[in-house]
């Protein structure tokens, strides 16, 4: 049993109102379960279900149905969470996370631990936050959270207490907030979603931002049941007018849809720019100014420097300003080059991993005990700290990396961030000035990119669903429209699908989206038809480039597209239309003359097909693709030496299966039957008989005009079907 596929099955059941499906599958689960109170449960909402099925049938008006039924959910939900969790727990011997939950659960049984407890006893220990004592209580509490599926009351009433004091560390809260997000996430809990409701209203920095950020996954995680929780909608809309709450909601929004493309940059990356930079080796270590690699002048104001060494291969620096500036804008593009220094001692407490990098960090100074001398350690550490564009984790890992070092390289990279510290510290203050919404900006980016690595590296992270695998469309939810109250942001949402080639989500968003200014309404047709081209859905494609067609006097690119649309559905004649009202605006454009040759040859205009490819080969001598459609028109126009000398000429040059068909049809044509077997067979050796067989369909127009009979063709097949399989041709 598939556990956690059945489980989605029986909440998207209950999300859809058919509930004797959600029934009948969680009984399925309960069965295999020796739980009699989950048993009876699930028999009571069976047994209401029905009566009120049954009323309903009766014609019997009931005010309370709606209430009813929704109570019915919310109880469905919950009875399908408890007995999926007990499954896995009980059934699935190879997940190590449930092994350590069941360990726990005796713990617990046995010593009486609690989160109230737990969290008690941190909050009233010795305030010294790099305590070892104090730690250890931390780990232990954030796995006990983490691990708990359902906190009781009191546990909560302890949390919003500690939530609000100034017991807890900031980092402390922080870790805790962190607990709550990623134990909800595995398994729902009304009283974790309402706990990271007060740390955000206790309005602690850096702490705040990530309650919000908690908030938000699980809201968007459990949309489809968020509504049957009236406490969870009041504290929703209770944030809702808190000043700059759209902005940091949107903010979030933003940087999740960048998470998306962390594997795809992970492999550009590792595919395009690694390998090109060690061909250069010393010279870039000796050329390159490294006292900016951490300031963003490559982004505005290229190094002349750069420019001489990579001149031999000038797309790359292009590709390594792009990633500049992909990383200013809050792309991860860290993930794969700290991805292999997270087994370090450190985060084999899970809490870490969500750990803010802070200079005091006793794990810090340990590792680094060189920070008060004057090595420069102590600065990088602090410059480390400051660094917006890093994440935590991966500060951590850097710090760990670098503590195994050489002294001299160590001291390399502290001096250089030296250098660095004071201009950063400017920057940063002059930011901070310029826009003072940048810096939560920056926690937010951070935060999320702590928790991707935690889903994507962690040891145990076939243990727990992957968030970052589920379609991320926060637009869609609840929670988006109770908190976004500026228009543009759902634009803005679409234009960042776009531009990160996210076309699927970016054609969803850009449908819901009208403007009463036709330009940008054009321009969003335009752009949907885009996405959907991208996709190959051709159809809904030319459906968008036809409205934008309406509403402005189309461009070249709006031609081109519509003429491209209507090709590739086999619309030749609309194709044409408009590959031939693009041919005067750029008459020297050869992929639109190319095009007009490729419809005059679907519409069997070969003559006029073979002229447009002529045109193609006079100014492009070196395109060996032209001579196929040329030697076919040829064939064709019964022009059969000009058709032979292109098919010879193919037949040099990596010839495919359908250069040897179409050349042995033209020697079938020439009663050349012998040569044209042996072409025959030639296909067939590549890509078996039935390729054969096929031409001889589809082509059999042609062959008809040069009177060549089926059984001429039948006589042939069982030729070449012999001659490949070895027997004798007499």
Known sequence: ???????????????????????????????????PVLKDKLLTQKETYAYLLEYNLKGIEDPQKEKICNGIKKQLYEIADKAKSEYILNHDKNNKLAAQKKLLTEQIKNNGITIEKELTKLATSKPDSENEDRKIKLNKLFFLIWLTDEINE???LTIKKYAASKKLFAHEASVTVSALTISSLRHFDKRKILAMFDFYDADKH???HRALTGIILNLYFYDNRIHLYDDIIK?????????????HTANIIYQIIR???TERLSERLQNEIIPEMRKFGPEIQDKLNLDDIISDGLIEDSNPDWEEIFDDAPELLDKMADFSKMQLEGSDVFMSAFAGFKNFPFFRQAANWFMPFYAENADIKNTLPAQNDDSGIKTFVKTLEKAAYICNSDKYSFCFNLSMMPATQKKMIAELFKKESEQMEEIAEEDKILNKKNEDKYIFTRYIQDIYRFYKLHPLKNDFEDIFDTGLDIHNTKLFKILIKDNSVIEKIAELNFKKEFFADAAEILEKITFKDLKKEAKRLEKTGFCYQKNKNFEKALENYKKAEIIKDPSLWLIKKIAFCNRKLKNFDEALKYYLKAEPQDPENLHIQANIGH??????????ALKQYFKVEYYDPDNKSVM?????????????DTAENYYKKLLKNKPTEYDFINYGHLLLAKKQKTDAAEMYAKAVKISGIEILEN???DDAEILKKYEIKKDEIKILTEYVKLKISGQPEN
Do not use: Q
């Open 628 to 640: 196929r459609p040329l030697a076919w028109c040829s064939f064709a126009e019964e022009k059969f």
């Open 695 to 697: 031409a001889f369909d």
């Open 1 to 35: 049993m598939n556990i956690t596929s059945l489980h989605k099955k029986i909440c998207n059941s209950i999300s859809a109102g058919k509930l004797s499906d959600a029934l009948l599958s969680t009984e399925k689960i309960i069965s295999e379960l020796k739980n």
């Open 259 to 261: 998470s998306k493309e």
């Open 154 to 156: 009191n546990d909560y």
């Open 599 to 608: 419809c005059k040859l679907a519409l069997k205009d070969y003559k006029g």
């Open 235 to 247: 504290r929703l809309k209770s944030i809702s007018n808190d000043e700059d709450i759209s902005e």
């Open 206 to 208: 850096g702490v705040w």
